[in-house]
């Protein structure tokens, strides 16, 4: 059991959001009904904060769920449709608090979606400025070039199921960025960096062109599946570290 604000407290000092621009608020979105002092026992993660992962966190009696995608994002509606009060109404009939972390969770060195699928596919990596400032992207990179059958089959391992391939580049794969989610448009920018792919989660109608156009491989995983591992890497730490319980939901959306 620990205090709610403690929690918090340590994402905040970890993530540092505020050095990130980013589409929507971090950190706390919906309160607990005790506010700061609330008694936490049990976490739950999930990719996204919609209903199917709420309802699943208040089945476990969670009083703190902590996501990737949150509720609220800049120039959403100020309106609360129908949608969103459902999800609001779990929260709170639930006395259930909600925390989000975007940008930082995908660029973090010790917790970030990017460094995590690059360390589970075997590559060393390092931020790639190419992916903003600060960046949230990362250059996942083997010493020895890796078979792009065979890349594919670590991808489709690590993300599961296997992804979707726009060949361009060469036959084996040595440096290849990483940006989860839904970062396509960075075909041509990880041509620019001399990389032989781009790995992210969702594809654009133009990707096949362009990575055939710029020569290097889009390997797209899926959004969701390439934002699994940060915020169940951020459930384990508070478990670690304050003895909370962790339980991670995953509502295995195919997008």
Do not use: K
Not at 207 to 216: D, F, K, N, P
């Amino acid at each position: 059991m620990a205090r709610l604000g403690d929690l918090l407290d340590d994402l905040d000092d970890l993530l540092v959001p505020g050095t990130f621009r980013d589409y929507g608020p971090n950190g706390l979105q919906v309160p607990h009904p005790d506010g700061a002092d609330a008694e936490v026992r049990t976490v739950v993660t999930a990719v996204s904060a919609d209903l199917e992962a709420l309802e699943a966190a208040a089945a476990v009696g969670a009083d703190l769920v902590l996501v990737h995608h949150g509720l609220f994002w800049d120039g959403a509606p100020r309106e609360l449709d129908p949608v969103a009060a459902g999800r609001l109404r779990v929260l709170l009939a639930g006395g259930i608090a909600l925390a989000a972390y975007h940008l930082p969770l995908d660029g973090h060195a010790e917790v970030g979606n990017n460094a995590l699928l690059a360390s589970a596919l075997g590559a060393t990596w390092t931020p790639w400025a190419g992916s903003g400032s600060p960046p949230v992207g990362v250059v996942a990179t083997w010493e020895t070039p890796v078979p792009v059958d065979e890349l594919l089959d670590r991808v489709a391992t690590a993300t599961q199921p296997r992804p979707l391939h726009f060949p361009g580049g060469p036959d084996a794969v040595r440096r290849l960025a990483i940006v989860s989610g839904a970062a396509a448009g960075m075909v041509a920018d990880a041509a620019a960096d001399g990389l032989d792919g781009l790995l992210t989660g969702e594809p654009r109608e133009q990707t096949r062109g362009l990575a055939r156009e710029h020569g290097i491989h889009a390997i797209c995983a899926g959004h969701h599946a390439t934002e699994t591992r940060g915020v169940q890497a951020l459930g384990e730490r508070l478990a670690e570290r304050f003895g909370v319980t962790h339980r991670w939901v995953d509502t295995a959306n195919p997008i």
